[in-house]
């Protein structure tokens, strides 16, 4: 059974950081895509960063600068680090993987980020 935890997420100050954690388990997830979206409020859900098998990583235009994804396949776990909270980047984020072995990708529950003003 393919699982993912997220954690991390809580309620910050604007310019604060925070780092989210994803933890996989259930299947190799070394040769899977590992990605961070977010769904604020009223909103769609949206790409935040993802991080390829090998490490390279890309950004969605409104995370590059602020935001980093890392991984450790070592212990199945993919991060992200967010730098300067707004109160725009509250929203419920959510770990996602994907890989060509698999029939669909995987997704966390979420973990709630909320920036105070």
């Known amino acids: 059974q393919v699982q993912l935890v997220e954690s991390g997420g809580g309620l910050v100050q604007a310019g604060g950081s925070l780092t989210l954690t994803c933890v996989a388990s259930?299947?190799?997830?070394?040769?899977?895509?590992m990605a961070w979206y977010r769904q604020a409020p009223g909103k769609e859900r949206e790409l935040v960063a993802f991080?390829?098998?090998?490490?390279?990583?890309d950004y969605a235009d409104s995370a590059k600068g602020r935001f980093t994804i890392s991984r450790d396949d070592a212990e199945n776990t993919v991060y992200l680090q967010i730098n300067g909270l707004k109160p725009e980047d509250t929203a419920v984020y959510y770990c996602?993987?994907?890989?060509?072995?698999?029939?669909?990708?995987?997704w966390g529950q979420g973990t709630q980020v909320t920036v105070s003003s």
């Open positions: 259930g299947s190799d997830f070394s040769r899977a895509t």
């Open positions: 996602n993987a994907d890989s060509w072995t698999w029939d669909k990708p995987f």
């Open positions: 991080v390829r098998s090998g490490g390279r990583a």
